[in-house]
């Protein structure tokens, strides 16, 4: 399973760019590469799986710098393309949507249905003023999908793209955010741990509600988390967001919102992923109206896993002031060792605290009869 997904309807899912899907992807591209390459020139160049690592990490930098969504598309279950909306210019807000399929799943509307979604993420998010799309004059394919969903033709420009050996004109089509309907009411990518909580990674629009979460549980949170007092107003969480993003664009951890029946009710996320030593450290906070639900425990255990399941590390990491109790139930409860206490190892406002150090072992959660 990816870390973040989005589902479209019952047959379509899109996919945030995840290195563990680099090879999966480039079996794909590399299946499809003649037809692909008919109409777009890349695919003449795209000859290994660490070109499509290189375009996975260039995908995790636009989606942290807000300028670009790159995702890959599955149909019913299976990866068969990517689709992204990309902000070409940031002074008259103008964006521009790009595709490819495999040729197998053409002619079942998976596409159209996608460009739907990405055109309610790019007026929405990027709070784009026009979005355009350029097809080949010799692709009626791909310039159906603009025409079907109420593009208008603006122009050709003539040999405006290159494709192999020679020269292809475009027709460009635009549509205005005035004249869109957003069908999509929510666009959030996560990860779903189970009916009632998905992770979600913290973007730009959501620093207001993450600041209105932390700063009426101020006094709760400062107990133990470090951060609290320099967390003044929104753009301070606008601040560690992009923070965050930047960390998430260099594969080195991420810090999640845990949403609990559609609320933000606290926040989880993987501090590094040291890949050198295979390890990680997770850290968490929940609000105090959502604790006694299993909400962490559940949320811990789901990134426990994922960290060994699909980013095969073998060990992962919990630290927990002595005195927090409710912190240190959770590692506990999940069959964490207790390795140690690290004495004043932290820094709390006015004092020293000590932190116990609770380490997971891949093969030990393994052969844990909850984890089977």
């Known amino acids: 399973m990816p870390l973040f997904s989005l589902h479209i309807d019952d047959e379509i899912e899109l996919r945030l760019q995840d290195l563990t899907q680099a090879e999966t992807q480039f079996a794909v591209i590399d299946a499809n590469r003649h037809h692909i390459g008919e109409h777009l020139g890349w695919a003449h160049k795209h000859l290994a799986v660490e070109d499509t690592r290189q375009f996975i990490h260039n995908a995790r930098r636009g989606f942290a710098n807000a300028t670009d ?33 495999a040729k197998e799943v053409n002619g079942k509307g998976i596409m159209t249905r996608v460009v739907r979604a990405l055109i309610d993420y790019g007026f ?28 208008q033709l603006e122009g050709t420009h003539r040999a405006d793209g290159h494709v192999y050996d020679h020269y292809v004109d475009l027709e460009v089509y635009a549509l205005f955010a ?9 666009l959030d990518f996560g990860y779903v741990v189970d009916d009632e909580i998905v992770l979600r990674p913290f973007q730009m629009h959501h620093a207001e509600t993450l600041f209105a979460v932390v700063d009426k549980h101020r006094s709760h949170l400062r107990r133990w988390l470090p951060w609290v ?38 926040s989880v996320g993987f501090h590094y992923w ?31 896993a994922y960290a060994f399941d699909k980013l095969a590390l073998n060990r992962v ?9 409710e912190s240190c139930a959770i590692p506990q409860r999940l069959g964490f060792a207790l390795e140690g206490t690290h004495r004043d190892e932290q820094w709390l406002y006015n004092r020293y605290v000590d932190l116990q150090v609770y380490g997971m072992l891949a093969h030990d959660w393994k052969n844990a009869p909850d984890n089977a």
């Open 229 to 266: 007092d320099t967390t003044l107003d929104v753009s301070d969480e606008e601040a560690f967001i992009r923070m965050n993003l930047d960390q998430y664009a260099r594969s080195d951890g991420i810090s999640m919102g845990v949403w609990y029946q559609g609320q933000l009710a606290g």
């Open 317 to 325: 990491v919990i630290r927990c002031a002595v005195e927090n109790q």
């Open 178 to 186: 005035r004249d869109w309907h957003i069908t999509h009411s929510n």
């Open 274 to 304: 040291n890949y050198a030593n295979r390890s990680t450290e997770l850290g968490y906070w929940l609000t105090p109206e959502h604790t006694g639900k299993g909400i962490m425990t559940r949320a811990v255990r789901a990134m426990t």
């Open 124 to 151: 929405y998010y990027f709070q784009l003023h026009k979005i355009i799309i350029r097809a080949a004059t010799n692709n009626p394919g791909s310039a159906g999908i603009p025409k079907r969903l109420g593009f």
């Open 69 to 101: 969504l790159s995702v890959a598309v599955y149909y019913l279950g299976a990866f068969v393309g990517s689709v992204g909306v990309h902000v070409r210019d940031t002074a008259t807000r103008k964006g521009e949507i790009g595709y490819w399929l």
